[in-house]
T-cell receptor, first 114, second 109 residues
Framework: DAMVIQNPRYQVTQFGKPVTLSCSQT?????MYWYQQKSSQAPKLLFHYYDKDFNNEADTPDNFQSRRPNTSFCFLDIRSPGLGDAAMYLC?????????????FGPGTRLTVL | GQNIDQPTEMTATEGAIVQINCTYQTSGFNGLFWYQQHAGEAPTFLSYNVLDGLEEKGRFSSFLSRSKGYSYLLLKELQMKDSASYLCAVMDSNYQLIWGAGTKLIIKP
C-alpha cells in the first residue's frame, strides 16, 4: 500500500542534544511538509519542499532544519531541542500542492525533551 | 489575519447525529478540508469542498457556503469509534493550508 512512513514513532532526547526525525513516502508525491502539533492545537507548518525547492515559513525557528535528499525521503533536524519543542511532528505529502490537492499524513513522531 | 474558528469540544450520544461548525476568514479560498484525528495519531482526510453545497460520503457529510465563510461536518449514526478531534482546514490563495485547532468530539453510550 502506498503510504507515508515516519520513524521513530516516539523519540526522547536531552535538552540541547541534536535529533533527526525521518519521513518517507511511497506515493511519489512532489510535495512534502513538516508540521509541529502541540496538544489541542492546530498543526503548525514548519516548512515544505516542492520537489527540491525548499520553502521555510517565516516564523519557523532557525533551530529547525530540513533535508530532502530524494523524492522519497525528508528529514527534520532539530539542532538544539528545548523543552518547548516537545510536540508531535507530522510529515505530510501531496501530489503537486495545487488547488484540490489533498495532504496525506504519516503517523507522526512524538518528541519528548528531557 | 487568517482565522479558522471551531468549537473546542462537543458531546453527543451513540447513534445520534452531530454537526460540527467551522467559520473562516482567509486570504483567498481554494477549498476546505475536514480531517479526523484520533488522540495521539495523525490526521486522516475525510472530505473536501470547493463549491457551495453538501457533499455526502457514507455517514459523514460536509457542507460549504463560501459567501458566509462557513462549513459544517455532519456525522450520522454516531459510533464510539467516532470519538476524535475534527479539524477544519482552508487552502488559501497561496495554496497553503490554514488549520483550525480542532473540535474534540466525545461520544457517550
Amino acid at each position: 500500500d502506498a503510504m507515508v512512513i515516519q520513524n521513530p514513532r516516539y523519540q526522547v532526547t536531552q535538552f540541547g542534544k541534536p535529533v533527526t526525525l525521518s519521513c518517507s513516502q511511497t506515493l511519489n508525491h512532489n510535495v512534502m511538509y513538516w508540521y509541529q502539533q502541540k496538544s489541542s492545537q492546530a498543526p503548525k507548518l514548519l516548512f515544505h519542499y516542492y520537489d527540491k525547492d525548499f520553502n521555510n515559513e517565516a516564523d519557523t525557528p532557525d533551530n529547525f532544519q530540513s533535508r530532502r535528499p530524494n523524492t522519497s525521503f525528508c528529514f527534520l533536524d532539530i539542532r538544539s531541542p528545548g523543552l518547548g519543542d516537545a510536540a508531535m511532528y507530522l510529515c505530510a505529502t501531496s501530489r503537486d500542492g495545487g488547488a484540490t490537492d489533498t495532504q496525506y499524513f504519516g503517523p507522526g513522531t512524538r518528541l519528548t525533551v528531557l | 489575519g487568517q482565522n479558522i474558528d471551531q468549537p473546542t469540544e462537543m458531546t453527543a450520544t451513540e447513534g445520534a447525529i452531530v454537526q460540527i461548525n467551522c467559520t473562516y476568514q482567509t486570504s483567498g479560498f481554494n477549498g476546505l478540508f475536514w480531517y479526523q484525528q484520533h488522540a495521539g495519531e495523525a490526521p486522516t482526510f475525510l472530505s473536501y469542498n470547493v463549491l457551495d453545497g453538501l457533499e455526502e460520503k457514507g455517514r459523514f457529510s460536509s457542507f460549504l457556503s463560501r459567501s458566509k465563510g462557513y462549513s459544517y461536518l455532519l456525522l450520522k449514526e454516531l459510533q464510539m469509534k467516532d470519538s476524535a478531534s475534527y479539524l477544519c482546514a482552508v487552502m488559501d490563495s497561496n495554496y497553503q493550508l490554514i488549520w483550525g485547532a480542532g473540535t474534540k468530539l466525545i461520544i457517550k453510550p
